[in-house]
């Protein structure tokens, strides 16, 4: 397998802990989306959208989406299992990830807030302001949720790592990066610590990949 990433990408952070769970080992080909690397015909003839991750399996197509390619995994490679057996959670666990890899990290990826600066000239103050507000508006939501929520526990959904902790993570992830007091939403905040005491977490964490940058 090959898998194209981004040290900073919260969706190929949430592949990249899932196939660590489950033992897989992969070529990680890194792409800096800041400079365009991600506009290279070549990259653009695996994923025409220009994002992050894609993953090549075999002869096939490539994979793309993080979601989709996180339950290609899950039912590739059953073990261990990312969503529950119930059909009412499993629906559950979907729409906890969903809320933060589709209604927030969408609004906040490079190619929105370059779009930001270059289109609409709002300056840096300005842009983080704009990521801060998605991604705290999501993380209330999504904090209520466990709130209210009986089969919160350890981890999103009981004691079971699944696909809601692997959005939850990366990004609480950023939300430490841009300074923000996680402290703010303390079980979204004990999960995260939880989920970090694990290797496939804390291994595959942004600054851990090789091509982040390197304190001089």
Same mark, same amino acid.
């Given at each position: +397998?090959?898998?194209?990433?981004?040290?900073? *990408?919260?969706?190929?952070?949430?592949?990249?802990?899932?196939?660590?769970?489950?033992?897989?080992?992969?070529?990680?080909?890194?792409?800096?989306?800041?400079?365009?690397?991600?506009?290279?015909?070549?990259?653009?003839?695996?994923?025409?959208?220009?994002?992050?991750? *894609?993953?090549?399996?075999?002869?096939?197509?490539?994979?793309?989406?993080?979601? @989709?390619?996180?339950?290609?995994?899950?039912?590739?490679?059953?073990?261990?299992?990312?969503?529950?057996?119930?059909?009412?959670?499993?629906?559950?666990?979907?729409?906890?990830?969903?809320?933060? $890899? +589709?209604?927030? &990290?969408?609004?906040?990826?490079?190619?929105?807030?370059?779009?930001?600066? @270059?289109?609409? &000239?709002?300056?840096?103050?300005?842009?983080?302001?704009?990521?801060? &507000?998605?991604?705290?508006?999501? =993380?209330? $939501?999504?904090?209520?949720?466990?709130?209210?929520?009986?089969?919160?526990?350890?981890? =999103?959904?009981?004691?079971?790592?699944?696909? @809601?902790?692997?959005?939850?993570?990366?990004?609480?992830?950023?939300?430490?990066?841009?300074?923000?007091?996680?402290?703010?939403?303390?079980? +979204?905040?004990?999960?995260?610590?939880? =989920?970090?005491?694990?290797?496939?977490?804390?291994?595959?964490?942004?600054?851990?990949?090789?091509?982040?940058?390197?304190?001089?």
């Amino acid at each position: +397998m090959k898998l194209y990433s981004f040290w900073r *990408s919260q969706a190929t952070f949430r592949v990249r802990i899932a196939m660590r769970l489950k033992g897989l080992k992969t070529e990680l080909v890194t792409l800096d989306l800041l400079k365009g690397d991600q506009f290279d015909a070549a990259y653009l003839a695996i994923n025409p959208e220009a994002v992050v991750p *894609s993953l090549i399996d075999g002869d096939g197509p490539p994979l793309v989406q993080s979601l @989709a390619i996180l339950e290609y995994l899950d039912e590739k490679y059953p073990q261990p299992p990312l969503l529950p057996k119930d059909l009412r959670d499993r629906a559950h666990v979907r729409a906890l990830g969903q809320m933060l $890899a +589709m209604d927030a &990290h969408p609004l906040v990826v490079p190619r929105v807030r370059k779009y930001l600066e @270059a289109e609409l &000239h709002l300056d840096e103050p300005t842009r983080n302001t704009w990521q801060k &507000h998605w991604m705290e508006l999501a =993380c209330q $939501a999504f904090e209520d949720v466990l709130v209210r929520d009986r089969r919160s526990g350890k981890f =999103c959904f009981g004691n079971e790592i699944t696909i @809601a902790d692997l959005c939850l993570v990366p990004h609480m992830t950023n939300m430490k990066m841009l300074g923000t007091d996680v402290a703010r939403y303390p079980v +979204m905040a004990r999960i995260f610590d939880g =989920c970090m005491q694990l290797e496939a977490f804390a291994l595959e964490a942004p600054m851990k990949q090789p091509d982040a940058p390197r304190p001089n």
